[in-house]
């Protein structure tokens, strides 16, 4: 099946620096990816979908000025949180949506898990 | 109506129980749903696809009732391996859209 890869699967960093996450699809076109962020013991929520060569989509509630969301070509998008503060620790997934026959299935990153200290 | 609400478990069961989760969800012109496991700490992975009344794939079997907007997810002669947490998910906007995640409904299944 397709395959979606996220680096890097865990980060630490300190408050108030920048961290940058990618998304990539190793094996098909992806012109719309989708960024989730998900809390301890809780679901997936969407953040902001991101679309190749124009700015991304993103969710009420969430800060586009926090959350950068670049999708710079077909097959790669980045999700750089500035100014980290330790309530953005969390972990991070994208996916990308690839047609498999007649139906579109998500695959998902193997996600980034964020602490921020 | 949340756009997706499932059942909050945790569902505690025996292995070789037969157990079953629902979920309701608010668009009525949704076409398409999927169910998807989650292990912890894990990326979530499809599980069944759901795109008529219903899906079936050897011990696992997907319901879909259009009217009252909920599905269903039956597991038979659950395994320890089974356990893990499920998320009902429904793309918004049409089946190229987002996909909104359930809260997810976490299953335990014991020896």
């Known amino acids: 099946g397709a395959v979606v890869s996220q680096h890097p699967s865990w980060v630490i960093c300190k408050s108030g620096t920048s961290v940058k996450i990618e998304c990539r699809s190793l094996d098909f076109q992806a012109t719309t990816m989708f960024w989730y962020r998900q809390f301890p013991k809780q679901s997936l929520m969407l953040m902001a979908t991101?679309?190749?060569?124009?700015?991304?989509?993103?969710e009420q509630g969430v800060e586009k000025d926090k959350f950068l969301i670049n999708h710079a070509s077909l097959t790669l998008s980045t999700l750089t949180v500035t100014s980290a503060h330790p309530e953005d620790s969390s972990f991070y997934i994208c996916s990308a949506r690839a047609r498999q026959g007649g139906n579109t299935e998500a695959f998902f990153g193997q996600g980034t898990r964020l602490t921020v200290v | 109506r949340k756009e997706v609400e499932q059942d909050p478990g945790p569902f505690n069961v025996p292995e070789g129980a037969t157990v079953a989760f629902n979920c309701t969800y608010s668009n009525s012109a949704s076409q398409s749903f999927f169910w998807y496991r989650q292990d912890c700490r894990k990326e979530p992975k499809l599980l069944m696809s759901v795109y008529s009344s219903g899906n079936e794939d050897g011990r696992f079997t997907a319901q879909l009732n259009r009217a009252s907007q909920y599905i269903s997810l039956l597991i038979r002669d659950s395994k320890l391996s089974d356990s893990a947490t499920y998320l009902c998910v429904v793309p918004r906007g049409g089946s190229q859209g987002n996909l909104i995640f359930g809260k997810g409904t976490k299953l335990s299944v014991k020896p």
């Open positions: 991101s679309n190749e060569g124009s700015k991304a989509t993103y």
